[in-house]
Nanobody, 123 residues
Framework: QVQLVEPGGGLVQAGGSLRISCVASGGTLSNYAMGWLRQAPGKEREFVAAISWSGSRKLYADSAKGRFTISIDNVKNTVLLQMNSLRPEDTAAYYC????????????????WGQGTQVTVSS
């Protein structure tokens, strides 16, 4: 059973940058697509970015385009999300998730989830 752990997260000022990571243990990322999704208090969980196992296919939510970059390290079984130009509305719990097959954007497409890491952007 794969476990996804998300170290990182924290508090950052608006306009700043933060990188969060997701490390898979007890399993592999091979042939799986990985995604980052987030959930703010009182809101539904929403898609942020996704990447194929090869790294050749990436998808971003409109809110993340041009600011966030997702990447994958197959050797280290790690997925990264580099977030730049952060805004207060990016404040949320960020979750790493894995799905079999191709990249997708619906939270219900993902079968394995990390415990989440909090990102707070102050104005």
């Amino acid at each position: 059973q794969v476990q996804l752990v998300e170290p990182g997260g924290g508090l950052v000022q608006a306009g700043g940058s933060l990188r969060i990571s997701c490390v898979a243990s007890g399993g592999t990322l091979s042939n799986y697509a990985m995604g980052w999704l987030r959930q703010a208090p009182g809101k539904e969980r929403e898609f942020v970015a996704a990447i194929s196992w090869s790294g050749s296919r990436k998808l971003y939510a409109d809110s993340a385009k041009g600011r966030f970059t997702i990447s994958i390290d197959n050797v280290k079984n790690t997925v990264l999300l580099q977030m730049n130009s952060l805004r207060p509305e990016d404040t949320a719990a960020y979750y790493c998730a894995r799905k079999s097959g191709v990249v997708a954007t619906r939270p219900t497409d993902f079968g394995s989830w990390g415990q989440g890491t909090q990102v707070t952007v102050s104005s």
